[in-house]
């Protein structure tokens, strides 16, 4: 109903999970068809007002630039080879308690040889 096509509800194609499953390819081009006549803004108010949760997906820049964000303590900094890195914390606290930033993102290939080490060769039946 949120999205102004009444007759999604009864279309058979996506009634249950498995139709929707089974006919993805088509819900995804009627959504996609759907959200392009508005704006984020539009549809995250419009889902709110039916009682979906909804937040907008943020591209990385927003995130940083977001007074909300630093004030919720969602960027930290973590060392890192090259200098102090800003990082994005986990964006979802258990108990009003966030878990904490632990380290950086390795170097490229920094864990290749420990991760390699812990796979035994395993034969393939033939």
């Known amino acids: ?25 088509e819900l ?5 068809a759907a959200f392009a006549t508005g704006t984020v803004q539009h549809w995250c108010r419009v889902l709110e007002d039916h009682g979906v949760p909804v937040s907008p997906i943020r591209h990385l820049d927003e995130i940083y630039s977001d007074p909300h964000t630093a004030a919720i303590g969602m960027v930290g900094t ?42 035994q060769e395993v034969s393939v039946p033939s």
């Open 1 to 25: 109903m949120a999205l102004g096509r009444p007759e999604l509800a009864t279309d058979a194609r996506f009634l249950h999970h498995r139709d929707r499953i089974e006919h993805r390819s």
């Open 28 to 32: 995804d081009e009627v959504l996609t």
């Open 78 to 119: 973590v060392d890192h080879a090259s200098g102090p890195l800003e990082q994005i914390a986990f964006p979802v606290n258990f108990g009003g308690v966030r878990p904490p930033l632990r380290s950086a993102p390795p170097l490229h290939g920094e864990h290749t040889d420990e991760i390699l080490a812990g796979y």
